[in-house]
């Protein structure tokens, strides 16, 4: 398994600003970095990628949807404007060399439709992420579709369902991830839901049930890592964690307070955590 950290603690796009960080990562011990693809230029992506390569730090990437950019809208537009948008992202993604790219892909973030998710949406979302993926395969890297709490979204909530999603999408560059915190919210037990997905699983979040440092508090941290070696999981673990320092993040992650010391104390006792967890 490789470790990660996501990017998002610290900001929205890593800029030469962030060398210093992107440094002690790697010194820390990390494999890699997720990064947030939301803006920027080719150049500034393709100079990224310089970076991470010089430093020997492999990528994942990290995006949203935006409701003007929908994959679910009954809007045709809409949804071809949710294709264009996922490919600019995808090769932003290939320009820095990242292998996945994960988020709640599968619809905005923060709208609901006051129902349960229709056949339609489904529908209509299954057609759009199967354009989609035909780019990610030929750019390299593989979708990873995260499901969110009922109360972040109304379209994915549980790992079974978006396992079903992604077994109607059925391409092989569109895979589902399990986030640790979603999962305290939703699931039931983690060792049959996190098995019951594995034949789609393709990317972990490692997130404590306050967003703060992994191991502090009330995940089921014990069956979600004796489940993962289990499966024989191999792919990338990736600490998320939230602060302060993004005041928009921090108002759609619904963080009104510090929820660690400092964020070194989130990557530096997050990693030795997950370290001591794997042993």
């Known amino acids: 398994m490789k470790i990660g950290m996501n990017l998002l603690l610290w900001t929205a796009q890593v800029t030469e600003a962030h060398d210093p960080l992107l440094a002690d990562l790697k010194e820390t011990g990390y494999d890699g970095v997720e ?23 492999g990528s994942t990437a990290v ?75 030929a750019s390299g890297i593989t979708l990873a579709v995260e499901y969110l709490n009922r109360f972040e979204n109304y379209f994915l909530t549980t790992a079974a369902d978006t396992a079903q999603w992604v077994g109607e999408i059925n391409h092989p560059a569109c895979g ?20 019951g997905c594995a034949k789609h699983l393709v990317h972990v979040h490692l997130s404590e049930n306050d967003r703060g440092t992994p191991g502090t508090g009330q995940v089921n941290w014990a069956d979600t890592f004796a489940t993962l070696k289990a499966l024989n999981y191999d792919r990338w673990l990736v600490i998320e964690a939230f602060g302060r320092a993004l005041p928009d993040l921090a108002a759609a992650t619904r963080v009104w307070r510090d929820l660690f010391g400092a964020p070194e104390d989130v990557y530096r006792d997050g990693l030795a955590f997950i370290q001591r967890s794997l042993r």
């Open 35 to 57: 990064v947030p693809v939301f803006e920027g230029s080719p150049a500034d992506y393709q100079a990224l990628g310089a970076k991470l390569r010089d430093l020997g730090l």
């Open 63 to 137: 995006t949203v949807m935006a409701p003007e950019a929908s994959p679910i809208s009954p809007d045709a537009a809409v949804r071809q404007a949710a294709v264009d948008r996922l490919k600019w992202v995808l090769d932003r993604c290939a320009e820095f060399g990242a292998e996945v790219l994960c988020g709640p892909l599968h619809s905005p973030l923060g709208v609901f439709s006051g129902t349960a998710p229709t056949r339609d949406e489904r529908l209509r979302g299954t057609d759009t992420f199967r354009a989609v993926a035909e780019h990610a395969q």
């Open 176 to 195: 589902m991830m399990w986030d640790t915190f979603h999962a305290h919210i939703e699931e039931k037990a983690v060792t049959p839901v996190l098995s």
